[in-house]
T-cell receptor, first 113, second 117 residues
Framework: AQSVAQPEDQVNVAEGNPLTVKCTYS??????LFWYVQYPNRGLQFLLK??????LVKGSYGFEAEFNKSQTSFHLKKPSALVSDSALYFCAVRDMGRRALTFGSGTRLQVQP | GAVVSQHPSRVICKSGTSVKIECRSL??????MFWYRQFPKQSLMLMATSNEGSKATYEQGVEKDKFLINHASLTLSTLTVTSAHPEDSSFYICSARDRYRGQETQYFGPGTRLLVL
């Protein structure tokens, strides 16, 4: 069975500093990986995805993620954090059989001014 | 593009009543929609996969007679919580895959918060 792990419940970073939100995965076969962001009482917004190709994927709002096959990781990064980036971030992997997404437990990002 | 709406955004009902939640893809066709449930401070858990014109596929442990899903058209799926109880209180989120564009990406609705008294 596939799984996604987000080892950090919360990440705190100062505005202007780089941020990293960690994600590791376990799947059989080639992974389809996603990052979503959720603001309070809202649904999920798509940030970026890795299907194939370049290991560095660029997405919305200046976010990027690096696919590392040997480490089975797909960490989310941003060079300079904004206070408005504060939200709940979910890493997900697509279930090739059901086509649904399996989500990690989420990481709350808090950017301090 | 790729907007998904849900209605209502919030509903409060008495125990024993049924509640219908609508999920619509506004600017694309979705042969497949997914229904998720999210408890406070937890991740999303897939409840069922809704397929246009056919029966939904439910995840293990999800009662199909309690959570009725109807995917009557390429832009609408409904989730009906029948005989709701307080333990059904949760945040319900749907997602849809664009039939013609990037089927790997799911677009999520804003969610429906259900509170059963």
């Amino acid at each position: 069975a596939q799984s996604v792990a987000q080892p950090e419940d919360q990440v705190n970073v100062a505005e202007g500093n780089p941020l990293t939100v960690k994600c590791t995965y376990s799947v059989s076969g080639n992974p389809y990986l996603f990052w979503y962001v959720q603001y309070p009482n809202r649904g999920l917004q798509f940030l970026l995805k890795y299907i194939t190709g370049d290991n560095l994927v660029k997405g919305s709002y200046g976010f990027e993620a690096e696919f590392n096959k040997s480490q089975t990781s797909f960490h989310l990064k941003k060079p300079s954090a904004l206070v408005s980036d504060s939200a709940l971030y979910f890493c997900a992997v697509r279930d090739m059989g059901r086509r649904a997404l399996t989500f990690g437990s989420g990481t709350r990002l808090q950017v301090q001014p | 593009g790729a907007v998904v709406s849900q209605h209502p955004s919030r509903v409060i009902c008495k125990s024993g009543t049924s509640v219908k939640i609508e999920c619509r893809s506004l600017d694309f066709q979705a042969t497949t929609m997914f229904w998720y449930r999210q408890f406070p401070k937890q991740s999303l858990m897939l409840m069922a996969t809704s397929n246009e014109g056919s029966k939904a596929t439910y995840e293990q442990g999800v009662e199909k007679d309690k959570f009725l899903i109807n995917h009557a058209s390429l832009t609408l799926s409904t989730l009906t919580v029948t005989s709701a109880h307080p333990e059904d209180s949760s945040f319900y989120i749907c997602s849809a895959r664009d039939r013609y564009r990037g089927q790997e990406t799911q677009y999520f609705g804003p969610g429906t918060r259900l509170l059963v008294l």
